[in-house]
C-alpha cells in the first residue's frame, strides 16, 4: 500500500522489535520482561481464547455448539489425538524424543528458568509453576481448535500456514483484528527481551568467572 516490498517490511519489523525490546530490556532489566510479559499474557488469553469461540460461532450459524457438533459430524478425526501410523509425529514420540525435549526446554533453558528462579521466595516461585502449567494445558483451545475450524469452513486446500490469520481475518472485527495484532507483536517482544536478558547474565557469569581465573 506504501509501496514497500515484503521483503523491506520483514527487516523493518525485525529491526523495529530489536531495537524496542533492546531500549526497555536494557534499561528495564527482568522486571519490565516480566511485567510486559504478564500484560502480553492476558491479551494473549483473551485473544487466544475468543479465536476459536468465535470461530465455532461461525462454524455453527451463531452457535459456537453447533459449530462443534458440525466439526464431530464432518471432521470428528481431527479430534483424535493419538492418530495413525503414518502421522508425521506418532504418538508413541510423546514418551521418547517430545519428554526428552520438552523436560530440556521447560527445565533447563535459562529464560524458563530465571522467571522461576528470580521469585522473591520459594512459595512464589512454586505458584508460578503451577499457573504456567495451567496455561500450556490450554494449547490445544489456542492451537489445534483454529485449525480444525478453518479446516471445516474453508475446506482442505486452505495451506496449514495460512489457516490461523485467515480465521483471525474471517472472524474478528477489524478494531479487534488491530487489537490482537498489538498483542502478537507484543509477545514477540517478551520472547525477544526474555533472549536477550538471559543472554546478558550470561554475558556476565562468564566475565565474572574469567576475572576469577585472573586473579587466581
Do not use: C
Request: glycine content about 12%; proline content about 6%.
Amino acid at each position: 500500500m506504501f509501496g514497500v516490498s515484503s521483503t523491506t517490511a520483514l527487516w523493518i519489523t525485525v529491526w523495529g522489535i530489536g531495537i524496542i525490546g533492546s531500549i526497555y530490556a536494557i534499561f528495564g532489566g527482568l522486571k519490565a520482561v516480566a511485567v510486559s510479559d504478564t500484560v502480553n499474557g492476558i491479551g494473549l488469553l483473551i485473544g487466544g481464547l475468543m479465536i476459536p469461540f468465535l470461530g465455532l460461532m461461525a462454524l455453527g450459524d451463531g452457535s459456537p455448539v453447533d459449530g462443534f457438533n458440525k466439526i464431530m459430524e464432518n471432521t470428528p478425526e481431527k479430534l483424535n489425538s493419538i492418530g495413525g501410523e503414518k502421522d508425521p509425529v506418532p504418538f508413541s514420540t510423546m514418551f521418547t524424543g517430545m519428554l526428552l525435549v520438552n523436560l530440556f526446554y521447560w527445565g533447563t533453558a535459562q529464560h524458563i528458568m530465571q522467571r522461576a528462579l528470580a521469585a522473591k521466595n520459594l512459595k512464589e516461585g512454586q505458584k508460578g509453576l503451577i499457573i504456567a502449567a495451567f496455561l500450556k494445558l490450554l494449547g490445544p483451545a489456542f492451537l489445534i481448535i483454529p485449525g480444525i475450524i478453518a479446516f471445516n469452513i474453508f475446506g482442505p486446500g486452505l495451506p496449514p500456514m495460512e489457516a490461523y490469520p485467515k480465521l483471525v481475518n474471517h472472524v474478528l472485527p477489524t478494531p479487534l483484528v488491530g487489537f490482537f495484532a498489538a498483542v502478537l507483536f507484543g509477545a514477540i517482544l517478551s520472547s525477544f527481551n526474555s533472549a536477550l536478558n538471559s543472554s546478558v547474565t550470561l554475558f556476565v557469569l562468564n566475565r565474572l568467572f574469567s576475572y576469577r581465573l585472573l586473579l587466581s
